[in-house]
């Protein structure tokens, strides 16, 4: 429900509550010892009462009207589905209005599924679990197609461990978003005894920073890689950043679309750029801007 009809309601049944208070002031009005006024004020009561308990049935329909109409499911659904699209694939406002909306209808089916699985899951058999499945499946391997998995080592990069134990593990193995992600990595052919390594613990990389260095002699190093990114950034120029349509999963990587972008940091005249990575990641970020705009950066990471 939006905000404005959220405070709606609740002006309402404030106002609900206050409402006694009115045959108080009326009362102050009354000359006690006048059996004239005396009269008045019980003539006044009762009419107050058929009307506050007309009132009263009007505001809890009233309320409750506005509160089953504003939190439809399916409608909530659909703009979830579409906001998802909106990031998954950045050009999808030029689609065929046909197939936009035919991925749309097959979004929002599928986010009821997920909410009525989450409200009920007692009653979700095996089949709905794996229908539900297949639409978190799609985003995990979307996601897992823009990281580095291995590095020369021939072990987990720490860009895909920051990426895995970010994942949520449900109550149920075979249904949990990480048991999706091994079970990708051992129908792509990854050794079974390297991901059987990370199932049921928690590895943590080690923390980095970022320093870049301009031919000019100024070094940025902040306390962060993410700072480092943006102070980098902001000295480049975000417009000729922007310039290079750059996207990172599905999204543009620097926009002002806050509906748009999550996970992200300031820059300058109010844009925002996607953080949700790692170090590594923004280091290959930082190269690829430097080796389009021809920048000879020097960017290395450094363990603290």
């Given amino acids: 429900m939006t905000e404005r009809v959220e405070k709606f309601v609740t002006d309402l049944k404030q106002l609900s509550n206050q409402l006694s208070e009115m045959r108080d002031y009326y009362w102050l009005d009354i000359d006690r010892s006048s059996d004239a006024d005396r009269q008045k004020g019980i003539l006044f009561d009762e009419k107050f009462e058929k009307v506050n308990e007309l009132f009263q049935k009007t505001e809890k329909s009233v309320c409750k009207f506005l509160e089953d109409a504003f939190n439809d499911p399916e409608r909530e659904a659909r703009k979830k589905a579409i906001k998802l699209l909106y990031e998954e694939f950045p050009n999808f406002k030029d689609w065929n209005e046909d197939a936009k909306n035919a991925l749309i209808e097959k979004y929002t089916k599928d986010l009821l599924k997920a909410n009525t699985l989450i409200a009920n899951p007692l009653k979700a058999n095996t089949k709905q679990i794996d229908e539900n499945l297949g639409f978190s499946k799609r985003k995990i391997f979307a996601e897992l197609q823009n990281l580095t998995i291995l590095t020369e080592a021939n072990v987990f990069s720490n860009e895909f461990m920051e990426f895995y134990n970010s994942l949520d593990q449900t109550s149920s193995t075979h249904n949990s978003q990480k048991f999706i992600v091994r079970n990708y990595l051992l129908e792509n ?54 310039g290079l349509n750059l996207t990172f999963r599905n999204a543009p990587y620097i926009s002002n679309d806050r509906e748009l972008m999550r996970n992200c940091a300031l820059l300058n005249n109010g844009y925002l750029v996607n953080t949700h990575s790692s170090s590594i990641t923004k280091k290959k970020q930082l190269e690829e801007i430097s080796q389009k705009l021809n920048l000879n950066l020097k960017i290395d990471i450094i363990e603290v």
């Fill in 189 to 242: 052919g990854y050794d079974a005894e390297l991901v059987n390594s990370i199932k049921g613990r928690f590895q943590k990389s080690k923390p980095s920073r970022l320093i870049v260095s301009f031919s000019d002699g100024t070094d940025i190093c902040g306390n962060s890689a993410t700072k480092t990114l943006t102070e980098t950034i902001n000295k480049i120029g975000v417009e000729k950043v922007i």
